[in-house]
């Protein structure tokens, strides 16, 4: 079973065609591109961000400055390949990630400076740039997974997130981690009955 079948996968031909319009400067391709990863993308932000910070950083922020980054840096872009692409915004997201909860520990540590929240950072940003919008709606499906994904231990959650998410294979990620590709099966397969269990108790009517 696939947790992540409310997302299209971003590995077909459609895509490549648009990575390398995009590379030969069509604005609307690479704008194309990134509305196919845009869903993908906000449901990693709002992972990686974790119950705590998603009450206080709006992942659709990180997903429009994230967009905008890359297209700013998209010809230092050099692989074809859309799995590469996959986690070259994903790099860029962990970036913003990084760079505005750094901010926010900083405030905190300065009780007399102002508060400046991710938000906050990113409504500068769209006040010079304006990109395309990102919102989206999040569907039943999705809030259940996000919410069994916080309850995942650490550990399988980033092989559930490299698998099913990044869309790499049981040899991508071996070689990534560097550990025999049965371990990576294993673990992914037991990654995905505990991941099957909490999304059961979560669809169990109240």
């Keep these: 079973m696939n947790p992540f079948s409310t ?25 194309d591109l990134f509305e196919r990863h845009k869903n993908r993308l906000r449901f990693y932000i709002e992972v ?7 009450s206080e950083i709006e992942a659709n922020d990180i997903v429009q400055e994230t967009f905008l980054q890359a297209h700013r840096s ?12 996959l986690a070259w915004l994903y790099r860029i997201a962990d970036n913003r990630m990084r ?5 926010m520990n900083a405030q905190k540590r300065r009780p007399d ?10 409504m500068q940003i769209r006040d010079q740039h304006r990109g395309p919008a990102t919102e989206a709606a999040q569907g039943e499906e999705q ?9 995942l231990d650490s550990d399988l959650k980033e092989l559930i997130l490299l698998h099913f998410l990044s869309e790499l294979s049981y040899q991508q990620i071996a ?5 025999p590709k049965t371990t990576i099966r294993r673990q992914i397969a037991k990654a995905s009955i505990q991941l099957g269990g909490l999304l059961k108790k979560l669809n169990k009517p109240r």
């Design 143 to 151: 809030s259940h997974l996000l919410e069994a994904l916080d309850d």
């Design 7 to 31: 997302f299209s996968s971003s590995l077909n031909p459609e895509t490549r065609a648009l990575l390398k319009r995009a590379k030969d400067g069509d604005n609307s391709a690479y704008n």
């Design 48 to 54: 990686r961000l974790g119950k705590k910070l998603r």
């Design 99 to 103: 760079d505005i909860a750094g901010h």
């Design 113 to 122: 400076a102002p508060v400046l929240r991710g938000t906050e950072i990113a």
């Design 74 to 85: 998209f010809d230092a872009f050099e692989n074809n390949d859309q799995s590469s692409f």
């Design 175 to 179: 070689d990534q981690l560097n550990v």
